[in-house]
């Protein structure tokens, strides 16, 4: 088989399903590229934020997302520093505001193009895991593999109550459910790039299944597939004596 380009796998789902942490899980486990694509967006709304746009001025923020200076620096086994016009703002974006922000932002076809050829731009050797709502319906349709996880509203709000306990954050479970029930309808229902899996994609309900679990099941479809050259997984050589590499 040639493989004319890096291989890729997507990962999408709506907020709270655990699609971030299982990408960079599983991006870690392969030794792959990971890209966090919601962080675009959200340091895209921070940055309007910065700069006094507002989010409903498309043209304004199409500009803003052209000329993003943003960095992401990987940390060994942490997660990569994200840098906006040189200050880290790692923590900043994780908000439940900057989140709902991004959300808006993300509706617009304009910010949307924008953004596109820098999440292209993440696709290196030997391979990438994609994180997003769109990664396998339009950044990248020839994705090798695609993953389209679910979990009841109910969970997802609980683990992200639980994410944002442990890091001092209080919040009420109900009001999280709300916000959690506006932001799956604002992303189910835009115009473009619409939060829905792609024809091809593989579902797995994530409600009863731990991390471990989800990134282990990923890891029984990429044997399935058999769709990866066995160079495209540098440190787990023990995936060619399992199998899961040609
Ligand atoms: O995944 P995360 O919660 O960080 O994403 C923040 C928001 O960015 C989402 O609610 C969604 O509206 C938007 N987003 C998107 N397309 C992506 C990733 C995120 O529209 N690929």
Do not use: C
């Not at 392969?30 to 967006?41: H, I, N, T």
């Not at 290196?124 to 593999?145: I, K, N, Q, Y």
């Not at 990429?222 to 050259?229: E, L, R, T, W, Y």
């Amino acid at each position: 088989m040639i493989f004319q380009k890096e291989p890729v796998i997507t990962i999408d789902g709506a907020s709270g399903t655990g699609k971030g942490t299982v990408s960079q899980v599983l991006a870690s486990r392969l030794g792959w590229k990971f890209l966090d694509s919601g962080a675009l967006y959200r340091v895209l709304a921070l940055a309007a934020q910065k700069h006094g746009v507002v989010l409903d001025n498309e043209k304004a923020l199409k500009v803003l997302g052209e000329h993003l200076d943003v960095q992401f620096i990987a940390q060994e086994s942490e997660i990569s520093k994200i840098i906006l016009e040189g200050e880290d703002v790692t923590d900043v974006i994780r908000t439940e505001k900057i989140g709902n922000a991004a959300s808006i932002v993300a509706a617009l076809p304009a910010v949307r193009a924008s953004l596109l050829s820098r999440q292209r731009a993440f696709r290196d050797v030997p391979g990438l895991v994609a994180d997003g709502r769109d990664m396998g319906t339009v950044v990248f349709p020839d994705a090798e593999l695609k993953i389209f996880l679910i979990a009841s509203p109910e969970e997802r709000a609980l683990r992200r109550y639980n994410q944002l306990k442990e890091r001092g954050i209080s919040v009420t479970l109900s009001d999280l459910i709300k916000e959690l029930r506006e932001r799956d309808r604002r992303d189910q229902e835009r115009a473009v790039a619409p939060l829905k899996p792609a024809e091809d994609a593989v579902r797995i309900d994530t409600d009863h299944l731990s991390v471990e679990q989800v990134v282990e099941r990923i890891l029984f479809e990429i044997k399935q597939k058999k769709a990866f050259p066995a160079t495209s997984f540098p440190i787990t050589i023990e995936f060619v004596e399992m199998g899961i590499a040609e």
